[in-house]
């Protein structure tokens, strides 16, 4: 399957700041998604990153707070804005390939001071 | 695919034996079903899957059974090995529903020598 590459890995960052996380698939890919892993819990899936259109949001979730791109096949980028504490997480992007297999990066490991 | 704590379910085998690791899912039209593998630090990564109209599936040594019933999934892995220390997600989703994961809680699987 293809494979997925997200920058940066991690980042310590201050309340109130924003930080822009990038995905990047070595193939071209039907879907992307990002999700929401909280230190110790399960998956949350955030939106689905839909190209060259605005992405589709899951409940509790909004385009203000985590704007999405996507202008092409291969890559995707999900901002956390005006950051809290509470958005301290791990944030994983996600591809669903030809082979219909959903596969994962390794993730962006954020902490707001 | 909703948190339930900050502690998973852990389950410990001695290397050598078998493991079942289980997972209720939630809705009982989905009719796709994953198991990922999460090691520390890393992505999710797909280990089998199976489709509704199946009740078994066999990968290298590891077996998922569905039990639609019940709405019931389990993974068994024959032989563990210190390397399949990990923590267990099985996900579900609905054909043709946009692809969206939900996953289950998860289960920590610890390999004792």
């Known amino acids: 399957s293809a494979v997925i590459s997200q920058k940066p890995s991690r980042d310590i960052c201050q309340r109130g700041t924003s930080l822009t996380i990038q995905c990047q698939v070595d193939?071209?890919?039907?879907?992307m998604f990002w999700y929401r892993q909280q230190p110790g819990q399960s998956l949350t899936l955030i939106a689905t990153?839909?190209?060259?259109?605005?992405?589709?949001?899951e409940s509790g979730f909004v385009i203000d707070k985590f704007p999405i791109s996507r202008p092409n096949l291969t890559f995707s980028t999900l901002t956390v804005s005006n950051m809290s504490p509470e958005d301290s997480s791990i944030y994983l992007c996600?591809?669903?390939?030809?082979?219909?297999?959903?596969?994962f990066g390794p993730g962006t490991r954020l902490t707001v001071l | 695919g909703e948190s339930v704590g900050l502690h998973l379910p852990t389950l410990s085998v001695q290397e050598g034996d078998n493991s079942i690791i289980n997972c209720a899912y939630s809705?009982?039209?989905?009719?796709?079903f994953i198991w990922y593998k999460q090691e520390s630090g890393k992505g999710p990564q797909f280990i089998i899957d199976?489709?509704?109209?199946?009740d078994k599936r066999q990968g290298q040594r590891v077996t998922v059974l569905l039990n639609k019933t019940v709405k019931h999934l389990s993974l068994q892995i024959a032989a563990t090995q210190p390397g399949d220390s990990a923590v267990y997600f099985c996900?579900?989703?609905?054909?043709?529903?946009?692809?969206?994961?939900?996953f289950g809680t998860g289960t920590q699987l610890k390999v004792e020598l």
């Open positions: 809705n009982s039209a989905s009719d796709y």
């Open positions: 996900a579900e989703t609905l054909t043709g529903g946009g692809n969206k994961l939900t």
């Open positions: 193939s071209q890919v039907t879907m």
């Open positions: 996600s591809g669903w390939d030809r082979y219909n297999e959903q596969f």
């Open positions: 199976i489709r509704s109209n199946m």
């Open positions: 990153a839909n190209q060259g259109s605005e992405a589709t949001y």
